[in-house]
């Protein structure tokens, strides 16, 4: 049947069982907005207060369902508040398809109105991006972008169609997704690459595996965020278990084992456990799923697992040598590896080694608050009130390393937080996306101050749609990492980190219809709540801490991983 290119869209987007975008309109995309009306009773669409917030949203919907997240902005500035969400997947790993239209086929390159070169500026923070200059490709490209986004090594994939053609006219037919994939029929477009459906299983690579964990006597596993994507965290418990070896978490590998595990040590890196990095230097075989070994876990890579004979699991080739010179690797998907090793290993036993590791702490202790609330006391709350299996967003700084230090998450897209770009106002947007993905789930999204300030223009996100979001903000007036470098490192010069400004968060929540309420001891904490959850609406809760409380323990840059300068 004869349809209109926008139309065409959105019957691939059905085709792929999309049922909810994220975006904001303008000129260029009116056709495909105009499409998105007709198609209001199949297709959800989101409206954002911005269009990086839309980005953040389709991300934490795709990270928190394991879905593939779709997001659509206009040309020229719409296109480009995209990247920062754009890059932030691409980092992590994150499977969103971003739809973009740019100006019609007279006016490319000509500056024109709202015009960029969308793929140029995105080809190196995506998997793949295409322009759409054929009406009759536009099928083929919607279908061949989510097999991209979703396969191997999941990201995000930019389509960028040009807007005369997205008003034209076009054949179209449904096809059976499986039997086009089985059939080699991934898209018609030449010189794509494909994804590859059926991973090469290898069994003699594993085997050297399995002879390695039966020579060592102090193995050492690292949780990547390998095991959160592929899903693989039943297979990894297994494998861990009956290696018998204690288990450091990357921050995106959160939720990929459960960090309340016997066998965890928690964190590891900059800021990870003494358990975690002390056993890492005293290993004799380290093994790292789906890690790419970036310098806020090894630091000082010279000296990272300096005893230890270097196993590598990863589904990207790429990424095997890159950061770490590795003794042994498999390329593969976590989930089969491990499916396939857990076969052939038999149980281990290393109780000497674990209770070296375990001799020192997993969680560092704080003392209590005076006149302010203590990050552990902030978490202490969160864990007590809220439901086990709430969905935590955070934005970057300290509290996002307190988040991940003291709370225990147990299940893959548990945790959404932007480790590898590491981008302010990250949080909010994707807590929003994690709650429309996941309706019946409570989700908390926790933030600084100075990464609020980025991003609370969502609120009228979360009040218009009703998504009962509940914001916890570690509120210290200042940019709280970034101070504590300059506190350690750079003799109490603060430049440009003290936040001496508002808003007062309390009004700012109002103003936007939500609930707020501010708190200073943790009974107040554990009351406020108590209240946002039991009311079912968004609510915003400020939390005052001391400005000069410090992210702890902490190694820095390019040191050993167990030279801990704050404990």
């Not at 980092?91 to 019609?104: E, L, R």
């Not at 299940?411 to 996941?438: E, H």
Request: proline letters at 4%.
């Amino acid at each position: 049947m004869k349809l209109k290119g926008s139309d065409i869209l959105m019957e691939c987007l059905l085709e792929q069982g999309v049922d909810t975008i994220f975006g904001y309109p303008g000129g260029t995309v009116i056709n495909l907005y105009d499409s998105i009306y007709k198609y209001g009773d199949k297709i959800k669409h989101i409206l954002t207060a911005h269009e990086q917030g839309a980005s953040h949203a389709a991300d934490g919907y795709a990270r928190s369902t394991g879905k593939v997240g779709v997001c659509i902005a206009t040309s020229g500035p719409g296109a480009t508040n995209l990247t920062t969400g754009i890059a932030t997947a691409f980092m992590d790993s994150s499977p969103v398809v971003f739809i973009t239209c740019n100006v019609g086929e007279a006016f490319i390159g000509k500056d024109s109105f709202q015009e960029c070169d969308t793929v140029g500026i995105t080809m190196p923070i995506t998997k793949c991006n295409y322009l759409v200059k054929d009406v009759n490709e536009i099928a083929s490209t919607v279908r061949a972008a989510f097999a991209m986004a979703r396969s191997g090594r999941p990201g995000p994939v930019v389509i960028d169609i040009l807007t005369n053609i997205s008003g034209q006219e076009a054949e179209y037919e449904k096809v059976d997704l499986d039997k086009h994939y089985e059939s080699g029929k991934l898209a018609t477009l030449k010189n794509r690459p494909t994804h590859n459906l059926k991973p090469h299983e290898p069994e003699g690579d594993i085997d050297k595996l399995i002879e390695m964990i039966e020579a060592s006597e102090k193995p050492m596993v690292i949780c990547g965020g390998g095991v959160v994507r592929g899903r693989a965290q039943a297979e990894f418990l297994e494998f861990v278990e009956k290696a018998d070896a204690p288990v450091a978490i990357t921050i995106m590998g959160a939720g990929g084992f459960d960090g309340s595990n016997p066998l965890s040590t928690n964190m590891i890196g900059m800021h990870g456990s003494q358990a975690s990095n002390r056993g890492i230097d005293a290993c004799d075989l380290l093994i790292s799923v789906g890690c790419r070994f970036n310098e806020r876990v090894t630091l000082d890579v010279k000296h990272f697992a300096r005893n230890a004979k270097i196993v590598h699991i990863d589904i990207d080739r790429s990424e095997i040598d890159k950061n770490v010179k590795t003794d042994h690797h498999i390329v593969g998907d976590a989930k089969r590896v491990l499916e396939i090793a857990n076969k052939k290993l038999k149980q281990q036993d290393h109780t000497p080694w674990k209770e070296y590791v375990f001799q020192f702490p997993k969680e560092q202790e704080y003392e209590s608050g005076g006149d302010t609330l203590t990050p552990k006391q902030i978490t202490e709350a969160i864990a007590k009130i809220l439901p086990e299996k709430t969905i935590v967003a955070t934005d970057v700084g300290q509290h996002q390393m307190w988040a991940i230090q003291h709370l225990h998450f147990t299940y893959p897209g548990q945790l959404i937080t932007s480790g590898g770009f590491g981008a302010m106002g990250f949080g909010l947007g994707a807590a929003i996306g994690a709650k429309v993905g996941n309706p019946d789930q409570c989700v908390c999204h926790i933030t600084g101050d100075g990464s609020f300030r980025m991003n609370f223009a969502e609120l009228c996100t979360e009040q218009k749609y009703d998504i009962p979001v509940i914001t916890v903000l570690f509120n210290n007036s200042a940019l709280g990492m970034v101070r504590q470098w300059q506190t350690l490192m750079y003799d109490h010069r603060y430049s440009q980190t003290y936040m001496d400004r508002g808003p007062d968060f309390v009004k700012l929540a109002e103003a936007f219809g939500i609930m707020g309420m501010r708190c200073t001891t943790k009974i107040e904490l554990e009351a406020a709540l108590q209240a946002a959850l039991e009311s079912g609406k968004s609510a915003v809760i400020e939390c005052p801490i001391d400005i000069d409380e410090l992210v702890r323990p902490m190694v820095p840059g390019g040191r050993a991983i167990t030279n801990f300068i704050v404990d």
